[in-house]
């Protein structure tokens, strides 16, 4: 059973880079048959896809966020990266790693998520 979990400051400063780490335990993140993908979730609103990095090693950045967004792997410690630079209040929200099948674009595991406020 895939287990993921994030992991990362609680609290950034604007104009700051946020940035988490997703370890991946029971699964590889090099399997040809996911993609590991970053979401959040602002206060009151709804779930957005930020983006993923496929076991290839490939990335797909959200049009909205893609200036702003890196998203890396350490295959060493089944890890990988998210980082978000310039942040602003708007960017609070909690963040979630999770797992999607290249077979149907399904998300089949989730970390439990962290919030991260953007505060002086």
């Known amino acids: 059973q895939v287990q993921l979990q994030e992991s990362g400051p609680g609290l950034v400063k604007p104009s700051q880079t946020l940035s988490l780490t997703c370890t991946v335990s029971?699964?590889?993140?090099?399997?040809?048959?996911?993609?590991w993908i970053w979401i959040r979730q602002p206060p009151g609103k709804g779930l957005e896809m930020i983006g993923y990095i496929r076991y290839s090693g490939s990335t797909y950045y959200s049009p909205s966020l893609k200036s702003r967004t890196s998203i890396s792997r350490d295959t060493s410690k089944n890890q990988f990266t998210l980082q978000l630079s310039s942040v602003t209040p708007e960017d609070t929200a909690v963040y979630y790693c999770a797992r999607g099948k290249s077979e149907d674009d399904s998300f089949d595991a989730w970390g439990q998520g962290t919030q991260v406020t953007v505060s002086s």
């Open positions: 029971g699964g590889s993140i090099t399997g040809n048959s996911y993609y």
